[in-house]
DNA sequence: CAGCTGACGCATA
DNA sequence: GTATGCGCCAGCT
């Protein structure tokens, strides 16, 4: 199959196994999956902008800072900051509070 | 083919 | 806390 990345897919993948109320950063997705970079996860998601079939909550996915710093990739400034307050992450104009508790690691679900 | 950009991350000043 | 530079990989012009 054509794949047009594996770990593209794989970053789907892992932001579409998200847990409600929870978020991730590129660092920790691009880590887990040995990508060397968050850039990838970044583009990846990026690129999933403004049409995403598999509905990937790319909203639960901010930056190392808790910073939702793709909130305009949604359409709106406002659209990601309020998802995520609408499935209980409390969110800061763009920054996501108590960020480390909100924090989720990929590996965790595994774990789990 | 070369150069620039990008939803990042970290170090340094 | 803010500003700047470097690294990292893929895609687009």
């Known amino acids: 199959m054509k794949t047009p990345s594996d770990y593209q897919q794989s970053i789907y993948?892992?932001?579409?196994?998200?847990?409600?109320?929870?978020?991730?950063?590129?660092?920790?997705?691009?880590?887990?999956l040995s990508l060397g970079s968050a850039r990838i996860v970044g583009w990846a998601l990026n690129r999933l902008s403004g049409n995403n079939p598999r509905q990937i909550?790319?909203?639960?996915?901010?930056?190392?800072?808790?910073?939702?710093?793709?909130w305009r990739a949604f359409g709106s400034p406002n659209t990601m900051a309020s998802l995520l307050q609408s499935?209980?992450?409390?969110?800061?104009?763009?920054?996501?509070?108590?960020?480390?508790?909100?924090?989720?690691?990929?590996?965790?679900?595994?774990?789990e």
């Open 13 to 32: 993948d892992v932001v579409s196994l998200i847990p409600k109320g929870r978020v991730t950063s590129y660092g920790a997705i691009a880590q887990f």
């Open 87 to 111: 499935e209980g992450v409390v969110v800061e104009g763009n920054r996501v509070v108590d960020f480390a508790s909100t924090f989720w690691h990929p590996e965790e679900l595994v774990e």
């Open 57 to 70: 909550p790319a909203h639960r996915v901010v930056n190392a800072k808790g910073v939702l710093t793709g």
